[in-house]
């Protein structure tokens, strides 16, 4: 059964950066089938995709936020990682990580669609 | 960027009752590439359906989808007590995006 699970710091500094793993257990992150996400949720509010990953290193980002987001990947570890620079209160949130699958037809591949496996989400707070 | 309204914000219904959500897209969503999730309180989401109408793995029948272009539904036969929960669209045909959540409550 795959799982995903996020870990970092839970308290973050306003302008500092937030930085948070994603481990992925009971399957390979190096799959052709999969992108890999991040999506947040400030507490009481909706949804936010933050940026995804393939195992290669290419990568897709929420233009709202992408001149602060890296998201890297360690194949070798099977995890991937997000940092946020220049925090603020805004960006406290539930962080969750997600298998996100792709469709490859015989001579294209698509876009990453939807979100099947997600982490339990872990609560960052920015805050002095 | 595609923007997803849902509505109503809150439904609120009694056990063994029919609930119909709605998602409305800004512009045409290609390939009815929309998802439907399911949150319950200090849970992530779990996938409901995706294709606009295809239920992911596991999913009881009583949840369907439809819908194409701009407008989605997604309808609970008969609510169960399990049911009870917030309910997320998602595009994925430019880019990704959510709407704002419709919650189903307990009359």
């Known amino acids: 059964q795959l799982q995903l699970q996020e870990s970092g710091p839970g308290l973050v500094k306003p302008s500092e950066t937030l930085s948070l793993t994603c481990t992925v257990s009971g399957g390979s992150i190096s799959s052709s089938s999969y992108y890999w996400g991040w999506i947040r949720q400030p507490p009481g509010k909706g949804l936010e995709w933050i940026g995804s990953?393939?195992?290669?290193?290419?990568?897709y980002y929420n233009p709202s936020l992408k001149s602060r987001v890296t998201i890297s990947v360690d194949t070798s570890k099977n995890q991937f990682s997000l940092k946020l620079s220049s925090v603020t209160a805004a960006d406290t949130a539930v962080y969750y990580c997600a298998r996100h699958p792709r469709y490859c037809s015989s001579t294209s591949c698509y876009l990453p669609l939807w979100f099947d496996y997600w982490g339990q989400g872990t609560l960052v707070t920015v805050s002095s | 960027e595609i923007v997803l309204t849902q509505s109503p914000g809150t439904l609120s219904l009694s056990p063994g009752e029919r609930a119909t959500l709605s998602c409305r897209a800004s512009q045409s969503v290609s390939s009815s590439y929309l998802a439907w999730y399911q949150q319950k309180p200090g849970q992530a989401p779990r996938l409901l359906i995706y294709g606009a109408s295809s239920r992911a793995t596991g999913i009881p029948d009583r949840f369907s989808g439809s819908g194409s272009g701009t407008d989605f539904t997604l309808t609970i036969s008969r609510l169960e007590p399990e049911d009870f929960a917030v309910y997320y669209c998602?595009?994925?045909?430019?880019?990704?995006?959510f709407g704002q959540g419709t919650k189903v409550e307990i009359k």
């Open positions: 990953i393939y195992y290669s290193g290419s990568t």
């Open positions: 998602q595009q994925y045909g430019s880019y990704w995006t």
